[in-house]
Every structure is written in structure tokens, then in C-alpha cells.
């Protein structure tokens, strides 16, 4: 493999493109060029930072510091899915829903693709488990995020439509079932139109990256339709368990709906 | 049907009340806006939790499942909410007769929810709330949103059902005169408690 280092200067001229774009927006009064470049400036800090951690795991190898890896990007991902939440359950719950279904579904993905699919030697080398996890967990976690944040709105603002079923001796899963589905939908169809459009209108991200760095297309290729795939089920069933979790708080024994359990976010 | 009774049940600013409903009975309750009868009907409904016992049948609300003990002992609000398009798909089964009974015409289950009146949706609420075979009925001011004679038209219709069918009923009212019109028994809340009124027939 000849792979092209890209050299610094040639960073800086793209970071000098979004920069232009941040001016540009701030002339127009869009109030967009702030967290533009905070973005941008997060992205550059942590890809640097997670850069030269995989460098050095990628030298030491072991599944005690893979896992202590997976584990800390796990965490953040719970803790993301929560921040990202107009509505939170209160006492933590939104973190707790949000990572344990990520938990269940993202991970038990991720080490089936790799014991299972791929197999390398041995099952947790870092550099295929890292970017796998990493790739499934960021996915899922924007389903999740998605979906929990239409659920508890919605069912915040449609109280009355929910306990006037719950009068007429409806179940609670029946009660909230259109808002169950359309919060499932929003988690769901970022992926799905990610397969369906998935190299007719663009390349995914990961095929590109992969033919850039000297790969062969065909490979390339198998290996993107393994990730779409993962990804799909991964966000899917991380999105179904996030919903159902969540939903069922949000009643009680008696079936009650309890929207006193949310608290809106200082920050929307 | 059943007898519904409420023992030592507080909620919200009423203490430890007491009082049971008779099949086919209506129970008048009324008394000043805010002083609790809505939240006392969501209480009996299982919608708010709340101290004492609530019985249907002899068995206390806790024995039923909390959806079982709503499909028998069906609340009907004040204010009604729709989820779907059309005013049939919100009934468990189809209610020409209700309907017929109240001047609506033959087509009414497929007309869109989104262009009932208030009025309408008020009466509606009540066929829906019957096509669920309930055991026992709490209606929330009922007719408030109606006119004089349609108000009457629905008490006339809602006597002969209760009766029909004997539900043990509660039936939250403001107006003195309808009070003497439909009430077998008479509560008014005063401070934290029920107070019986007479009935002049």
C-alpha cells in the first residue's frame, strides 16, 4: 500500500474552507458561525487526541486497554444522547436508557462482526475493533439520540390525546403507540436512506476512506456492506430498546402517564 | 351492574371522603372551579395516585390491571382529545344507534375529526366512551358545550341508558336546574370534604 501522507499546510487550506464559511454566515446574521467553529475546533482536538491514542494502542495491543477504550467511548455516548434531549427523564435516566441500549446493541454487534465476521488474530486487535465500535456506536447513538428526543416531545405535548386512551381502558403501549412508532421512524431513517442512497448518490465514508488509502474497491466494498448492515441493526435495535425503555418510564405501575418524570433542557 | 364505592379516599384538597353509587343511580357532584372535582373523578378513574380504597364490584381498583379497572369504570372528560382522522375509527365498535339517538346523521363515523365542533366532540365523546362497554360512568360536566336544547336532548338520552343499563354514575354539573333534573343524590364539595344536598323533585 503507497499511501499519500497529507502534510499540515494541506489541513489548514481545508480548515481555512469552513472558516470561510463561518465568516460568511456571520455576515449574513445566521448565528451559525460560533458553534461552526467550535465544531470544527472540537474535531480537530479530539480526532488528534484519539489519533495518538489508537498510535499507541495499536503498539500495546492488549483487551485490557481495548476495553477501558470501548468502555470511556461508550459513556460519552451516553452522556451525548442525553445532552442532545429537549425533554431528559429525570434522575439520570436518559443516560442510563441511552447507554444501556447502546450497550445491548452496539456492542453485542460489534463483537459479533469481529468474532464472528471478520475474525482477526486475535478477536480484539484495536485497529479493526476500534474504528468498528467507533463507526456502530456513533451511528447508534444519533438513533438513539433522535429517537428519544421525539419521543418525550411528543408525548409531552400530546398528554391529553395519551390519558383521554388511557381513559377509554386502552394499555399504555396502545396509548402512546403512534408516538412509540414515529420516534422509531426518526431514529431509523437517517440509516435507512443511508442504505438506499449508499453508492449512487454518495460514497460512504468509510469506502472512501479505505480506496483513498490504497485498498482495493471490491474489498472496499464488501467491507462497507458489512458496516451498512451492522449499522442498520445496530441503530435499529438500539433505537427499539431506547423507545421501549424510555416509553415505559414515562408510565407507572397503575399506567399512569408521568411527563412530571421529564425536565426540559436549559440549553434548548 | 355493580355498586362502585369510594372509601376514605384524599385527593388533592378532599380528606378522607366517602360515598358509594348505587346501579343506575346518578350522583350529582358539584362546587366551586378548582376546588377539586375533576382530580377527584381522575382518582376514582386511577388516573392520579390517591390514599383509600376504590371499589367495583367489592374488588378493590388495585386487583384489576390499572387498564382493565379504566375500560369498566370510564372516565369522560370535559374537554375530549382525538387521535385519529375519522370520529369511527376512535370507537371500539360501531354506534349507529347512539348516534341516531342524537341527531346525528347516518355518515357521522366517517366524518374528519379536525372539523367537529365543540359541541359535537362533546356528545361524540360520550358515544365513544359508551361503544367501550363500561361498568360505570364519570362524566365532567357533560353539556357543557351545548345549548339549551341539546343539553336537555343528552340528558334525556344519557337517564334512559344509565337506567338501561344501570351504571352507577357520577355526574359533575354546575347548573342548579340540571341538578334537579337528573340527580338521584346530591354532593357538593365544601372545603375538604362532600356535603349532602337535598333534592326538590
Request: net charge positive; glycine share 6%; aromatic share 6%.
Amino acid at each position: 500500500m503507497n499511501v499519500i501522507d497529507l502534510s499540515w499546510w494541506q489541513l489548514s487550506l481545508a480548515a481555512g474552507l469552513v472558516l470561510a464559511l463561518a465568516v460568511c454566515t456571520h455576515i449574513a446574521r445566521l448565528q451559525l458561525g460560533k458553534s461552526l467553529i467550535i465544531a470544527a475546533v472540537r474535531t480537530v482536538i479530539q480526532l488528534t487526541l484519539i489519533g495518538l491514542v489508537l498510535d499507541s494502542l495499536f503498539a500495546v495491543g492488549s483487551l485490557l486497554w481495548v476495553s477501558l477504550l470501548a468502555l470511556a467511548m461508550l459513556l460519552f455516548a451516553g452522556q451525548q444522547v442525553a445532552s442532545r434531549q429537549k425533554y431528559r427523564l429525570r434522575g439520570g435516566w436518559s443516560f442510563a436508557v441511552g447507554t444501556l441500549s447502546m450497550l445491548v446493541s452496539a456492542f453485542c454487534i460489534t463483537l459479533l462482526c469481529l468474532v464472528v465476521l471478520i475474525a482477526p488474530e486475535p478477536w480484539y486487535q484495536p485497529q479493526y475493533s476500534i474504528p468498528l465500535l467507533g463507526m456502530l456506536l456513533g451511528n447508534t447513538m444519533t438513533g438513539v439520540a433522535l429517537s428519544l428526543d421525539r419521543l418525550t416531545e411528543s408525548m409531552q405535548r400530546s398528554r391529553d390525546i395519551i390519558e383521554n386512551r388511557l381513559m377509554l381502558g386502552q394499555p399504555w403501549q396502545q396509548a402512546c403507540l403512534e408516538f412509540r412508532r414515529d420516534a422509531m421512524r426518526a431514529g431509523l431513517m437517517p440509516t435507512i436512506n443511508a442504505m438506499a442512497a449508499a453508492g449512487i448518490v454518495f460514497l460512504p465514508g468509510m469506502m472512501t476512506g479505505q480506496i483513498l488509502s490504497g485498498t482495493s474497491p471490491t474489498i472496499a466494498v464488501k467491507y462497507q456492506i458489512l458496516i451498512l448492515f451492522a449499522i442498520a441493526s445496530g441503530t435499529g435495535f438500539g433505537t427499539f430498546i431506547a423507545v421501549t425503555l424510555a416509553s415505559r418510564k414515562l408510565f407507572d405501575k397503575r399506567e399512569r402517564l408521568r411527563t412530571d418524570r421529564l425536565i426540559k433542557s436549559k440549553s434548548h | 351492574m355493580p355498586e362502585l364505592k369510594v372509601k376514605d379516599l384524599s385527593i388533592g384538597t378532599l380528606v378522607r371522603i366517602s360515598f358509594s353509587l348505587k346501579p343506575g343511580r346518578i350522583t350529582c357532584i358539584s362546587g366551586p372551579s378548582g376546588s377539586g372535582k375533576s382530580r377527584l373523578l381522575r382518582a376514582i378513574a386511577d388516573l392520579e395516585s390517591h390514599a383509600g380504597d376504590i371499589l367495583l364490584d367489592n374488588k378493590p381498583q388495585g386487583a384489576y390491571p390499572a387498564h382493565h379497572w379504566r375500560r369498566r369504570v370510564i372516565l369522560v372528560p370535559a374537554q375530549s382529545a382525538w387521535w385519529g382522522d375519522t370520529v369511527g375509527e376512535h370507537f371500539l365498535t360501531p354506534m349507529p344507534r347512539a348516534l341516531l339517538a342524537l341527531g346525528f346523521p347516518e355518515d357521522t363515523e366517517k366524518w374528519q375529526v379536525n372539523r367537529l365542533s365543540s359541541g359535537e366532540k362533546q356528545r361524540l365523546a360520550l358515544v365513544r366512551a359508551l361503544s367501550y362497554r363500561p361498568q360505570a360512568l364519570l362524566l365532567d360536566e357533560p353539556t357543557a358545550n351545548l345549548d339549551v336544547d341539546t343539553t336537555q336532548e343528552v340528558e334525556r338520552w344519557l337517564i334512559a341508558l344509565i337506567e338501561k343499563h344501570r351504571y352507577p354514575t357520577i355526574w359533575v354539573a354546575h347548573s342548579r336546574e340540571q341538578i334537579q333534573r337528573i340527580a338521584h343524590r346530591h354532593l357538593t364539595i365544601v372545603g375538604d370534604q362532600l356535603e349532602e344536598q337535598e333534592i326538590h323533585r
